[in-house]
Nanobody, 132 residues
Framework: QVQLVESGGGSVQAGGSLRLSCVAS?????????MGWFRQAPGKEHEGVAA???????KYADSVKGRFTISQDSAKNTLYLIMNSLKPEDTAMYYC?????????????????????????RGQGTLVTVSS
């Protein structure tokens, strides 16, 4: 069973930066998986933020494009989300997510936004608060 543990959230001022980390366990070497991040702000729906598929392709939500970067360190089984130029509207709980099987980054972003119940695994979340 895939388990995901996030860290790195915190409080920053607008314009600041944060790096979120997600350590994955329970994945086998032969398993194909697409990883990503989604967020949920109070009173709002899930929003897929970024995804990275097994081919190395990435997809970002328009709201974060150019500011956020998703990457991974396979040796450490760790997924990252580097967030620059943070805005107050980025305030949310951020979750790491995994979809096993061959799923493109585009598809994974849609799953995180529209059908989070279809995710293979999700973490407990890490809170990001951006003040103006």
């Amino acid at each position: 069973q895939v388990q995901l543990v996030e860290s790195g959230g915190g409080s920053v001022q607008a314009g600041g930066s944060l790096r979120l980390s997600c350590v994955a366990s329970g994945l086998t070497a032969s398993q194909t998986v697409t990883m990503g991040w989604f967020r949920q702000a109070p009173g709002k729906e899930h929003e897929g933020v970024a995804a990275l598929d097994s081919d190395g392709s990435t997809k970002y939500a328009d709201s974060v494009k150019g500011r956020f970067t998703i990457s991974q360190d396979s040796a450490k089984n760790t997924l990252y989300l580097i967030m620059n130029s943070l805005k107050p509207e980025d305030t949310a709980m951020y979750y790491c997510a995994a979809v096993t099987g061959y799923v493109t980054a585009v598809q994974a972003l849609d799953i995180m936004t529209i059908a989070p119940h279809a995710l293979s695994a999700r973490g407990q979340g890490t809170l990001v608060t951006v003040s103006s």
